[in-house]
């Protein structure tokens, strides 16, 4: 009887045998002649599970399940070939089958009652035969060896090698980081694997190493477990049906991570964070509420995702993210809110202004764009709002002004208003604004509602950017006529003056210390040429007079000033005054309070705020007296080595 071969099982090199009856013996193994081998076997039965010789000999059994010969491996086992000689190497016929691919012999074996379906190779990585099988996603082979018995997760007590080798890879690991997702998923289903299973190879939990090198499909199964234990058990599990969401995970390298979610974020699984949040999952927080999730997370990405489950549900209502919806009609509330709790001037205050603006339901990474240096950005509030003046700047109604000292080195909440605004501005302009959720493998309706509302948010935070510059160009515009709302008879009512243009307007102390020294030089340029005797002003000529209305904050003073009739009256006009500054405005960098504070910043970041800060404010002052400097301008003071 004659066995008709494939191709690919014609006839190749045989083993070296060790004696003629064994050479004999393969060449009808590897010919496929059955009668043959029925008829050598009969003859010399120690054959059967006799190994050939050299390093690498293998038993009739071994070679025929390497080389795929299912006919001649059935006949072997009717006959009596056992399953459990090893190969020289240390394969089981089994191992053979698995590592050469043969599925039809691989079928076979298992169907055998005294097949070790948990014997493993040699060498420092051990593999099974469903470890190998996995390797080659045949989902039908897997299914049957799980279901047989076969070492899903790795660890087999007492066999072979395996209590004294420890396992790289288990199955189940392999599946899930090669992305075997239907073997996973059936495994889901079927019981075989379940979220808080423990994993052997990284002594974690399934869900985490699902979490960490899965795919999303892997997920879903597991998260409706969860989800139906809960409708299923209301009452009972409504407290502890998440639990596999809040299996810890040490890492080699020291990080402990706590839950599903910093396991997600680690692995840079936003995708998970999406789907979790979708499903209405989302962390457990303490008493400390939306404080305890700010600090959980590293990226503002995840936390912008667990805040908004019903945008990635697909609820257009909720299209901004907005807790109030009344907020987008008053958004600039929001930058005067953060301005008067002082959020610029320390770590806790900004954190605590973090902490508000995701309550409202805004975005973290577009608060993250705004303030992206912390620290730097701290330290150069303190030196716009220290006061580096002379004691005749303080009200000596206060305890400062009686010592003549200045113990104020913080920025006003209108100074802080006004940084608020050009990083407000600097955000809704970054080149990376726009679309940054499109590289973080959302699904295509999460990306598009996030980076929707983002676009959203940015709108609003533009619309009160806008507002509040128009305020203050106003302000500004209105300068001239402040200056001498402040002055009588020829002197500047110094302490009042700078508490309105720091304390009121916004202006940094270098920008208002240098205004009022000027606003000094051209009133004295003034008299000069005027050759006027300010202390008898009261005895000029009369003179028409002008009605000038000042805003200072939320209110208006209007005053009377004289005005000029062909020479200069007892009071200086407007124009006047616009006419004398605009002799003495320089350029930013050679203004020695600005140059001052600069020489101060510690370090390059403070260097960068001071200059885009104080260099837009001295643009606006020298517009308030029709001097028009440039924008912007490439370079600007630096600090001088020392």
């Not at 060896?145 to 690991?173: C, H, M, N, Q």
């Not at 203004?591 to 104080?614: S, W």
């Amino acid at each position: 009887m004659q066995v008709d071969l494939p191709a690919e099982l014609m006839p190749i090199q045989l083993p070296v045998a060790v004696n003629a009856q064994q050479h004999a013996l393969f060449e009808a193994i590897n010919c496929g002649n059955l009668v043959w081998l029925e008829a050598i076997l009969t003859n010399c039965p120690g054959l059967i599970n006799q190994t050939t010789a050299g390093a690498n000999g293998v038993t009739p059994l071994c070679w025929a399940a390497s080389t795929g010969r299912t006919g001649i491996v059935a006949v072997l086992l009717k006959l009596g070939a056992d399953l459990a000689v090893r190969s020289t190497d240390g394969y089981t016929p089994l191992l053979c089958a698995a590592k050469n691919r043969r599925v039809d012999v691989v079928r076979l074996m298992m169907q055998q009652a005294f097949v070790d379906l948990n014997a493993t190779t040699p060498g420092s990585e051990p593999e099974t035969a469903l470890s190998l099988t996995v390797s080659e996603k045949n989902l039908d082979l897997c299914t049957r060896l799980i279901l047989l018995g076969a070492g899903y997760r790795g660890l087999v007590a007492g066999k072979d090698y395996w209590t004294e080798r420890a396992p790289k890879s288990s199955p189940a690991f392999r599946a899930i980081t090669t992305g075997f997702t239907d073997l996973v998923v059936w495994s889901v289903q079927h019981d075989k694997l379940w979220s808080d299973m423990q994993e052997p190879v990284t002594n974690t939990f399934m869900i985490n190493v699902v979490i960490a090198w899965g795919t999303l499909p892997m997920i879903v199964p597991m998260v409706d477990a969860m989800l139906n234990l809960l409708r299923s058990q209301p009452k009972r599990q409504a407290n502890s049906y998440d639990d596999p969401l809040y299996c810890k995970w040490n890492l080699d390298d020291g990080t402990c991570l706590m839950n599903a979610w910093e396991v997600a974020e680690h692995f840079g699984r936003f995708d998970v964070i999406e789907h979790l949040a979708s499903r209405g999952l989302q962390p457990r927080t303490d008493s400390d509420g939306m404080g305890a999730l700010a600090r959980e997370f590293k990226y503002r990405q995840s936390i912008d995702l667990v805040l908004h489950p019903r945008l990635l549900a697909g609820d257009a209502v909720a299209a901004t993210g907005l807790q109030n919806q009344l907020l987008a009609q008053q958004f600039h509330k929001v930058l005067e809110t953060m301005a008067a709790k002082s959020c610029l001037l320390s770590e806790c205050q900004m954190a605590d202004a973090y902490i508000a603006w995701l309550e409202q339901g805004l975005s973290g990474m577009l608060f993250g764009r705004m303030i992206d240096n912390d620290k730097e950005l701290i330290a150069s509030m303190h030196l716009l709002g220290k006061m580096r003046c002379d004691s005749q700047l303080l009200d000596p109604s206060t305890d400062e002004g009686k010592a003549g000292k200045i113990v104020i080195d913080a920025a006003t909440p209108a100074q802080q208003l006004q940084v608020l605004v050009e990083l407000a501005s600097d955000a809704c302009g970054h080149p990376e604004f726009h679309l940054p959720y499109s590289f973080l493998n959302l699904s295509p309706a999460g990306t598009q509602a996030m980076n929707t509302m983002l676009a959203l948010q940015g709108k609003l935070l533009l619309n009160a950017v806008t507002y509040f510059r128009k305020q203050f160009a106003m302000r500004m515009a209105g300068l001239p006529e402040l200056c001498l709302y402040f002055t009588e008879h020829g002197r500047v009512d110094e302490a009042g003056l700078y508490r309105t243009l720091t304390g009121d307007w916004g202006l940094h102390d270098p920008v208002a210390r240098a205004a009022i020294r000027l606003l000094k030089e051209a009133l004295q340029s003034l008299r000069a040429s005027s050759a006027m005797d300010w202390s008898s002003s009261s005895m000029a000529m009369p003179c028409k007079t002008t009605s000038t209305t000042i805003t200072l904050t939320t209110t208006t003073m209007t005053t009377t000033r004289p005005s000029s009739i062909g020479t200069l009256a007892a009071e200086p006009t407007a124009p006047q005054l616009r006419q004398a500054m605009a002799a003495l405005l320089g350029d930013w960098d050679k203004i020695p309070e600005i140059v001052d504070v600069f020489r101060e910043a510690a370090t390059p970041g403070q260097l960068d705020f001071l200059a885009d800060f104080l260099f837009q404010q001295w643009r606006l002052l020298c517009l308030a007296f029709d001097v028009e400097k440039e924008r912007w301008q490439l370079y600007g003071p630096h600090k001088p080595a020392n």
